[in-house]
């Protein structure tokens, strides 16, 4: 990303995303956990009121863009975003993901073949009440032989009007290479936070090189690296919360990153912010990320993470995460 293509338009800083032509605020809203819960990668149970508050909320405070996929809340997720949007005026940027499918009892596939992509498609246009999606996205390269057929269905999606630009979530830089070697991609979007650093070896620098435009997932490892999570909290996680089960939520991971937290505090409390904001605002000083992701259950929750935007973080204090980071060896 290129000093010109960093705009502030007297809010929220946005930044051009790759090869297209939206102009992104560097936060956008995370619709994951608004799915609910009842499925396998549910965040428990979520108040759809609640939800669309949140996603108002983040729009009120400059947000321009909304990132869901059809299989977050197997679908749900994409109706209570066009609930949020419904009648609004300026409609912000909607993206979505293809590559999950579902039968009736809730199993989730992964497919990628033509026919699917194409199906997929039109579901959520129809869930999400829109004519065009903005960007869709690829949710995972799954099956890993079937990349390039759905990659080259996206593409014709592309050149019919169905979705205005195509990219990628989860792909290495050799798969990446591999969908180029078909039709441009526009962008990326890998997980990316203190606690989970793979893509800066080689991923990011493809990206960069290649102007792909990079909007990062799971900035606060969802909610690990707030700084309201808590051993207590964890341990009281609802059952179909698929944190219980996740690695970086137990110990001795657990442990030691409530530990950088708590030694994160003074400095945010010196920046006036969060060290959810903090770690978000981490994520966003790699000049190969475009914008982050930013997951909201209810609208109380847009005051600790809406700063990150614009938090200025002098290099020395981001050499004392590295430090902190390195000694942690998380």
Request: glycine share 10%.
């Amino acid at each position: 990303m290129k000093d010109e293509d960093s705009v502030n338009y007297g809010g929220m800083q946005r930044r051009r995303l790759g090869n297209t032509d939206m102009d992104i605020t560097m936060l956008g809203v995370g619709a994951w956990a608004i799915g609910g819960g009842g499925w396998a990668f549910g965040w428990g149970p979520q108040d759809d009121q609640d939800s669309v508050a949140a996603i108002e909320a983040a729009l009120e405070a400059g947000m321009n863009w909304v990132d869901t996929a059809a299989v977050y809340g197997l679908g749900h997720s994409e109706e209570v975003v066009a609930k949020a949007l419904a009648g609004r005026r300026s409609r912000p940027y909607v993206f979505t993901k293809c590559g999950r499918v579902w039968d009736e009892k809730g199993q989730i596939g992964k497919r990628l073949k033509r026919e699917s992509v194409r199906q997929e498609l039109e579901a959520s246009l129809r869930r999400l009440k829109v004519d065009v999606i903005d960007l869709y996205q690829m949710h995972w390269p799954e099956p890993d032989e079937d990349v390039e057929e759905g990659w080259e269905a996206m593409a014709r999606l592309k050149e019919e009007g169905k979705v205005r630009w195509i990219g990628v979530s989860n792909f290495s830089e050799a798969q990446m290479k591999r969908a180029q070697a078909i039709a441009p991609i526009s962008s990326l979007q890998p997980p990316y936070s203190l606690v989970q650093r793979e893509i800066e070896e080689s991923i990011l620098p493809h990206a960069a090189a290649t102007n792909v435009g990079v909007i990062v997932y799971s900035p606060m490892k969802n909610g690990l690296l707030s700084g309201k999570m808590t051993k207590e909290r964890v341990q009281n996680l609802p059952g179909d919360d698929f944190r219980g089960r996740s690695p970086y939520f137990q110990e001795p991971r657990l442990t030691a990153t409530l530990e950088m937290v708590e030694e994160l505090r003074p400095m945010a409390s010196r920046y006036g912010c969060s060290v959810g904001e903090l770690a978000i605002a981490w994520t966003l000083r790699n000049p190969a990320v475009t914008g982050a992701i930013v997951g909201l259950r209810n609208p109380g929750q847009i005051e600790g993470v809406v700063q990150s935007a614009n938090l200025k973080v002098e290099a020395a204090d981001f050499q004392v995460i590295e430090d902190l980071l390195s000694k942690q060896a998380l």
